[in-house]
């Protein structure tokens, strides 16, 4: 069975400051990759996925990501963070074949300071 | 456009009551469906999914149920609750194309008092 792990609980940062939030998943087949934003008592939102093809996905609001197929990793990236991007962040993993079931991690807290 | 109803956003019910929580869709045909909880400081945990009318997959033991009466409703239900039932509860669906991804409903925060 597939896992996901994400790395960090929480990463707090300065606003215009760059951020990475890792994340590795585990599984014996091929995967999709999401990332997925959690305001405060809301739904999730989808950032960005990998499907297949190019390694760096780039999704809504400035993210980006990328596969790492030997790592086992998918890291989101975002150059200058804004206070809006204060959230909950959350990677997710799809088998493919399992009916698009999701996977998640635990979630990463990113709190952006002024 | 695809969009995905959930209701109610909060509820408080006590030990031992019913629990029924519903889900719909629009814009879409034949949606495979998922029931998510999100308990606090834990991350998404698959509950039950459903790839048609009357099919229903569980994926963790519990004291939950669903059901899926038509091709776009999904229903969460509990005859008795448990303190442990409480969390977050996320409808979601895919419309069964490989591009798309899945959509989630804005949640409903079930405490069970």
């Known amino acids: 069975a597939q896992s996901v792990t994400q790395l960090d609980s929480q990463v707090p940062v300065f606003e215009e400051a760059p951020v990475e939030l890792r994340c590795n998943y585990s599984?014996?087949?091929?995967?999709?990759l999401f990332w997925y934003v959690q305001y405060p008592n809301q739904g999730l939102q989808l950032l960005l996925k990998?499907?297949?093809?190019?390694?760096l996905v780039k999704g809504i609001n400035g993210f980006e990501a990328e596969f790492n197929k030997s790592q086992t990793s998918f890291h989101l990236r975002k150059p200058s963070v804004h206070i809006s991007d204060t959230a909950e962040y959350f990677c997710a993993v799809s088998e493919q074949g399992s009916n698009y079931k999701l996977t998640f991690g635990k979630g990463t807290l990113l709190t952006v300071n002024p | 456009s695809q969009t995905i109803h959930q209701w109610p956003a909060t509820l408080v019910q006590p030990v031992g009551s019913p629990l029924s929580l519903e889900c719909t869709v629009e814009g879409t045909s034949n949606p495979n469906l998922y029931w998510y909880r999100q308990a606090a400081g834990r991350g998404l945990q698959l509950l039950f999914y459903s790839v048609g009318i009357g099919q229903i997959s569980s994926e963790v033991p519990q004291n939950l149920s669903a059901s899926r009466p038509q091709d776009r409703q999904f229903i969460l239900s509990s005859k008795k609750l448990l303190l442990s039932d409480s969390g977050f509860y996320l409808c979601a669906f895919f419309s069964g194309d490989v591009n798309t991804e899945a959509f989630f409903g804005q949640g409903t925060r079930l405490t069970v008092v």
């Open positions: 990998y499907l297949s093809g190019s390694t």
């Open positions: 599984s014996s087949v091929s995967v999709y």
